[in-house]
Nanobody, 124 residues
Framework: QVQLVESGGGLVQPGGSLKLSCAAS????????IGWFRQVPGKEREGVSC????????YYAGSVKGRFTGSRDNAKNTVYLEMNGLKPDDTAVYYC?????????????????WGKGTLVTVSS
């Protein structure tokens, strides 16, 4: 059974950092592109980052470029999103999702498998 589980969310002050994890089971995550998305109530799910299979390329939304970094640990079948310089506007539920490639990653409808999300709250 294909499963993605996010963790690492929480409450952090503006300017702080968090590192999200996306652990996969039931498939070899190395062969998939993994996207990170976020969503706040009343808004569409927004693409944050996508790391291609074998980590050959990583893509970022303009709003997080330079602050967020995606990485993989294939031995742990896990992908990470390190978030620095967090802002209140980064507050959202963060999801990881898998697809064959990062093509069209900005549209959540191009992703195939989803985790259930982890809440990130940036507030003083």
């Amino acid at each position: 059974q294909v499963q993605l589980v996010e963790s690492g969310g929480g409450l952090v002050q503006p300017g702080g950092s968090l590192k999200l994890s996306c652990a996969a089971s039931g498939f070899n995550l190395e062969h998939y592109a993994i996207g990170w998305f976020r969503q706040v109530p009343g808004k569409e799910r927004e693409g944050v980052s996508c790391i291609s299979s074998f980590a050959s390329n990583t893509y970022y939304a303009g709003s997080v470029k330079g602050r967020f970094t995606g990485s993989r640990d294939n031995a742990k079948n896990t992908v990470y999103l390190e978030m620095n310089g967090l802002k209140p506007d980064d507050t959202a539920v963060y999801y990881c999702a898998a697809a064959e490639s990062c093509t069209g990653w900005g549209d959540y409808r191009n992703m195939n498998y989803w985790g259930k999300g982890t809440l990130v709250t940036v507030s003083s």
